[in-house]
């Protein structure tokens, strides 16, 4: 005679509890809200791919003593003419070439028919090792044309911008550059972009090999898709711990638990 076939229980249903509740609501949304940013920021370095490729390529835009915004001129070839002021000169410090220490030179220079400065990366100089101090430098005087790309110099907000030895008065070496805080510094208006001299002028420039913006959109799509990832893990992990049985009523009338004690 074939023996019944024990009850399988009471079947599993949602019953979530607070803790996983609260951690659920609040991890899920942020990390998808997280995966959207990285996809937005990839979004934003497409278009500026898009916007580097064809302002660098055309014709160079006069620069003069008017004032001009950022994004006017950001990533177009640009051409100016103007003195060399290395009185309100400075040095990055840190910056590497070829493995080696050193820093970029930028120098005003004052555009005619105003009292409007731009400044110029004439490039990079090494550091002397045996006088702990920059390479000296020299700067051209008389009127200079010059032509390079114009840059608008990322603001991070985590690194340490200014001098990077702090004196009284006018500091030559910073240790980064925010052109907001070098306008406040010196005595003259300052044109909101840096021009790369290009690497085959005369102008006084020093070693120029400058690279494209890194802009590298499929790194912020693979975030974007870490990050839904985990929010499905948590949301799976969730209802993984949410579905339980019932417990059984006190007393022991649970069929099955009849059964396991025979």
Same mark, same amino acid.
Do not use: C
């Given at each position: 005679?074939t023996?019944?076939i024990?009850?399988?229980g009471?079947?599993r249903?949602l019953?979530?509890?607070?803790?996983?509740?609260?951690?659920?609501a609040?991890?899920?949304?942020a990390l998808t809200a997280?995966g959207f940013?990285?996809?937005d920021r990839?979004r934003?370095k497409e278009?500026?791919k898009d916007e =580097?490729?064809a302002?660098?390529?055309?014709p160079a835009?006069?620069i003069?003593?008017?004032?001009l915004t950022a994004e006017?001129?950001?990533y =177009?070839k640009?051409?100016a003419?103007g003195?060399y002021e290395?009185?309100?000169?400075?040095?990055?410090?840190?910056?590497?070439?070829?493995?080696q220490?050193g =820093?970029?030179?930028l120098t005003p220079l004052?555009?005619?028919?105003g009292?409007?400065?731009?400044?110029v990366?004439?490039?990079?100089?090494?550091?002397?090792?045996?006088?702990?101090q920059p390479?000296?430098?020299?700067?051209p005087?008389?009127t200079m044309?010059?032509e390079g790309?114009?840059?608008?110099?990322?603001?991070?907000?985590?690194a340490?911008t200014g001098p990077a030895?702090p004196?009284?008065g006018?500091?030559?070496?910073?240790?980064?550059l925010d052109l907001?805080?070098?306008?406040?510094?010196?005595?003259?208006p300052?044109?909101?972009?840096?021009?790369l001299l290009?690497?085959?002028?005369?102008a006084?420039?020093y070693?120029?090999?400058?690279?494209?913006?890194?802009?590298?959109?499929?790194?912020?799509?693979? =975030?974007a898709?870490q990050?839904?990832s985990m929010?499905v893990?948590?949301?799976?992990?969730?209802?993984?711990?949410?579905?339980?049985?019932?417990a059984p009523?006190a007393?022991?009338?649970?069929?099955g638990?009849?059964r396991?004690?025979e």
């Amino acid at each position: 005679m074939t023996p019944p076939i024990a009850p399988l229980g009471p079947p599993r249903r949602l019953r979530p509890r607070l803790l996983p509740t609260l951690a659920a609501a609040v991890l899920v949304p942020a990390l998808t809200a997280l995966g959207f940013w990285q996809l937005d920021r990839a979004r934003q370095k497409e278009l500026l791919k898009d916007e =580097y490729a064809a302002r660098s390529e055309g014709p160079a835009l006069r620069i003069e003593a008017r004032p001009l915004t950022a994004e006017a001129v950001r990533y =177009y070839k640009v051409g100016a003419q103007g003195e060399y002021e290395d009185d309100y000169q400075i040095l990055l410090a840190n910056r590497i070439h070829r493995r080696q220490l050193g =820093y970029h030179v930028l120098t005003p220079l004052r555009l005619p028919g105003g009292d409007v400065r731009v400044l110029v990366n004439r490039g990079w100089i090494p550091h002397d090792l045996q006088r702990s101090q920059p390479t000296p430098t020299r700067t051209p005087k008389g009127t200079m044309g010059i032509e390079g790309l114009a840059v608008v110099p990322h603001k991070n907000v985590y690194a340490t911008t200014g001098p990077a030895q702090p004196t009284p008065g006018w500091s030559r070496i910073w240790s980064g550059l925010d052109l907001d805080e070098y306008a406040a510094a010196v005595p003259f208006p300052v044109q909101p972009f840096v021009i790369l001299l290009d690497a085959d002028s005369d102008a006084g420039g020093y070693v120029r090999e400058w690279r494209p913006p890194v802009l590298e959109p499929a790194k912020n799509r693979s =975030y974007a898709l870490q990050w839904f990832s985990m929010a499905v893990a948590v949301l799976v992990i969730y209802l993984l711990l949410g579905f339980r049985r019932k417990a059984p009523p006190a007393g022991g009338n649970d069929p099955g638990a009849r059964r396991n004690g025979e």
